[in-house]
């Protein structure tokens, strides 16, 4: 295996846990850190997981993103909530064969990347995971684990590159041949899981599939995203579409076992921090609007959850 | 004047404010009253009031409706919520000659009261105000007043009887020609206004007027409420008609100058009281399905406002 010089650019919990298997895996990993860089440079990155505990001793921390300089790859885990703050934070590891990948969550954040820095290096990640710090320098992940690779042109030998980085490590890569459908397809459980759970009051995933009113509401907010999904995909000429009635079953099948789940928006909401609302809820809203989808559901829980973001 | 018995059942804030002030005009009113029964009967009944502070001094008051018996007028200010109480505190109240007046909040309270004690009998009251209660024994009328009469059977010289109850008294009375249309006029209001308050977690109104998204929501909502109530006239054969652009216009003028308004269910919600949910939002929503009246806006936010109800 290649190693690679690897920028990790927000070291909360999914970065750093992600860029800890690489650095496990093998990779020289550095980890741009606020909240705990004493805690890690003083005594390491603790990670306790069902895939094996293990401790990452001497980490590269740094501050700032210019003592980390250009790498190879930089992985960008910031929450989308500070997209306002990804340009100037990957800019410096950014050099002309470096390729980046977006694992954040929500609709067209790729595009700003690509904006910035050239499509043809940006990648999308999505996690499918349960990670949360624990006190400084601990990371706790909990269940699943699995990140979804796609590349922003779907270019094939891109992926395979993309894949190859992970391919020593200990978390389990899948590739999506469209990007923008994986996408959709993870906001099909998220707008109606994490959204409600949030509107109704911080509650668990079980809470809503024992609710006929909040599972309907579920269901109808879910046929809304597909149908957007669906439109957004044929208008950009894709050929890949949303199989309806499987995602919903799966979508629904997939949460039962979930048991009472806390989405991470939720927990956000509960601890009183900033909800990723705009690209997990607002951009798709903006889309589903500009291609004429009706999205009524959609609408009014994009609007309270913004309310409720923003009144704290 | 001719001098009536009145029991109002429900002395809480609405009901002890218009009964004090039926009292003050002269009738021989009953409160059954729990939370305030000591202090009531200790120091009497005290209300402040823009039209004008009083007490009412040694009141009828009463723990249980068998004290107060038959009177010529009931007043049920029971919240929609306590409606499974209602049949049995006022039926002690009731004898072949009594009227009832149902002044509480929501849809197809009338008819229930109809079922128990027949048609003819039966008004329905909205009231347009905003009264807390205070320290016990103590009443805050704080602003408005006005409340609205219509006979379950619209029948002109019942509801003659019911205005010329109130004639000497402080409050401004209205009366309706068609109660099913007043009770969905309120509802124009109460639905989204109230309905948002509590879902973008516990704001004022005019909080919803300053945000696009809330703003649009609130708009939806009424759309869907005119349609669904209209829907509801035509199905039950009255030839009144909400006018459409006549009330969103006036709704949304009236609520910017009401300001910084809390909605008495927005005060339920952060409070931590038991909200009137069922009959301000559920029994409309069943209405306008059985109508076949798409209202996806209402759906979604009353599946919301059931899970914020029951999940405390």
Chains 1, 2 share one sequence.
Request: aromatic share 8%; net charge neutral.
């Amino acid at each position: 295996m290649t190693s690679n010089k690897i920028a990790i650019i927000g070291a909360g919990a999914v970065g750093g846990y992600y860029g800890a298997r690489l650095a496990e895996a093998g990779h020289e990993v550095y980890f741009l850190v606020r909240r705990d860089y004493h805690a890690v440079t003083a005594s390491g990155l603790k990670v306790t997981s069902p895939d094996g505990d293990f401790v990452l001793t001497n980490p590269h921390v740094a501050k700032n993103s210019e003592q980390i300089g250009p790498a190879e790859w930089v992985i960008c885990a910031l929450k989308s909530s500070s997209l306002q703050d990804a340009h100037k934070l990957v800019r410096p590891c950014v050099s002309p064969g470096t390729r980046i990948l977006v694992l954040m969550n929500g609709l067209g954040l790729e595009e700003h990347f690509a904006g910035w820095f050239g499509d043809g290096r940006v990648f999308g990640g999505l996690a499918f995971t349960c990670i949360n710090r624990g006190k400084p320098g601990y990371i706790h992940h909990l269940a699943y684990g699995t990140v979804t690779i796609g590349h922003f042109q779907d270019n094939p030998a891109e992926l395979e590159t993309a894949l190859s980085l992970w391919s020593g490590s200990k978390v389990q890569i899948l590739s999506t041949p469209s990007l923008r459908r994986a996408r959709w397809e993870k906001l099909c459980w998220n707008i109606p899981f994490s959204g409600l759970c949030v509107a109704a009051g911080g509650i668990t995933t079980d809470r809503i599939l024992s609710d006929t009113g909040l599972k309907a509401a579920a269901l109808n907010l879910m046929d809304e995203v597909i149908a957007a999904g669906n439109a957004d995909l044929q208008f950009h000429g894709e050929k890949v579409r949303i199989d309806h009635e499987a995602m919903i079953e799966s979508m629904f099948t997939r949460t039962s076992t979930m048991g009472a789940y806390r989405p991470s928006t939720m927990i956000d909401y509960v601890e009183g921090r900033a909800m990723e609302i705009e690209s997990m809820f607002g951009e798709p809203l903006r889309r589903a609007r500009e291609l004429g989808v009706p999205v009524a559901h959609l609408s009014l829980l994009t609007a309270l959850l913004h309310s409720l973001n923003t009144g704290r």
